[in-house]
């Protein structure tokens, strides 16, 4: 999903066309209990915002972004593996898999959570990379044919709506998100690490991908017996599924180099669990401010501190709220907040009293101070006053 602190960029930047031609404006999240089907709260996304909540899949957000590079002139090129970085206070360089150096005044490690150039851009300023920390949590991911999903009766009402729907439930939690414009149903089942088979096909906890292709949906479906019938009913309409291992990165020292002419972007930097459907909206807010910070008439080394500045402790805090969203989920829903007239984005709404609450990036999680902080936040205006906004 690109929530509304993103999609506001993307939408200065020119894309609301390309996202709303691929992306339905999802009015709300809805938090059930996996074994009753109750639903325990209700979450209106973008009550804060008139930017929009975009619910839209990885590949088609990459399919636009990529599209979107070609025409403004970048060069992509596959199959050119990075095997070193280095800087000098005047310019940085990185050497490819064949020998060749190229130089630059400023490289993005943009390589995931298990990047392969944070041991080395750390090593600048004397640190050591901590690596990602996995919690032994596990998703497995299905797309499924809406057709089947509309076909049965009890999972028809899931293929009729843009919400996002999440159950929770004793070590063990689902989501599902269908998009109208591109006909796709997508389904997340976790559970924890003592369910997680130890068959071929899950290539065993000790090793060191985090996904791979080769789930085992009919584990999946294992495991769900007993939950509530909707449930049970998706896990039977697939046949197939992707197994992607949960982890987070710890809170990193610095995400610049000595020089500052190497930094970590993105989930290389900050990566953090998806129960917070922040991931990437985070990665555009780097982009966001380091772009902002660049136009000003300074040096690489000033707008690279001033952008960790600005960024490292917001993108903390949201990698905080993930995790503690990724342990309520994990409860079912037992230490959940309960929906009631103080603590509901819908009862402002309804009271017509937004501009009341305060933002309070350290207000409880999920409560309305913190929310709005969440979605309201504009990064590029604090890089253009400075980071003690």
């Not at 206070?89 to 060749?100: F, I, M, Q, R, W």
Request: proline share 4%; with cysteine.
């Amino acid at each position: 999903m690109v929530r509304p602190n993103a999609s506001q960029h993307l939408m200065r930047w020119g894309f609301e066309a390309a996202f709303d031609a691929v992306s339905d404006r999802a009015p709300a999240s809805n938090y059930h209990n996996a074994d009753t089907n109750e639903l325990l709260r209700r979450r209106e996304a973008a009550s804060f915002s008139e930017a929009p909540d975009w619910g839209v899949e990885r590949k088609r957000t990459q399919q636009v972004l990529y599209d979107a590079a070609l025409r403004a002139g970048a060069k992509i090129e596959f199959g050119r593996g990075i095997v070193d970085v280095s800087e000098t206070a005047e310019g940085s360089s990185v050497t490819l898999t064949d020998g060749e150096v190229r130089y630059g005044d400023l490289i993005l490690a943009t390589d995931g959570i298990r990047s392969r150039l944070r041991p080395q851009i750390m090593r600048t300023v004397g640190l050591t990379d901590p690596g990602p920390s996995a919690d032994g949590t596990t998703i497995f991911q299905v797309e499924i044919p809406v057709e089947r999903v509309l076909s049965n009766p009890r999972t028809r009402y899931l293929g009729e709506t843009s919400d996002l729907m999440v159950w929770m439930g004793e070590g063990l939690w689902s989501y599902t998100l269908f998009n109208t414009k591109t006909r796709v149903f997508v389904g997340l089942f976790g559970m924890l690490k003592e369910d997680v088979s130890t068959s071929s096909t899950e290539s065993g906890e000790g090793s060191k991908s985090l996904w791979t292709q080769e789930g085992d949906i009919s584990h999946v479906r294992d495991r769900f017996k007993g939950t509530h019938h909707v449930l049970q009913e998706l896990a039977a309409l697939t046949t197939s599924c992707d197994r992607w291992r949960q982890a987070e990165l710890p809170d990193l020292h610095q995400w610049i180099s000595k020089h500052g002419r190497l930094a970590l972007l993105g989930d290389s930097a900050h990566a953090m669990y998806p129960d917070a459907a922040q991931g990437f909206s985070q990665i555009v807010e780097d982009v966001a401010c380091l772009d902002a910070l660049l136009l000003r008439p300074s040096t690489v080394q000033t707008a690279t501190a001033e952008w960790q500045k600005i960024r490292k402790p917001r993108a903390e805090r949201v990698k905080a709220y993930a995790a503690a969203n990724h342990q309520l989920y994990r409860l079912g829903g037992r230490a959940f907040p309960k929906q009631t007239s103080d603590s509901s984005n819908d009862q402002a709404n309804k009271d017509g009293d937004q501009d009341a609450i305060l933002v309070d990036a350290n207000a409880p999680f999920n409560t309305p101070a913190f929310t709005k902080w969440l979605y309201t936040y504009d990064v590029v205006k604090d890089a253009s006053v400075g980071s003690d906004v």
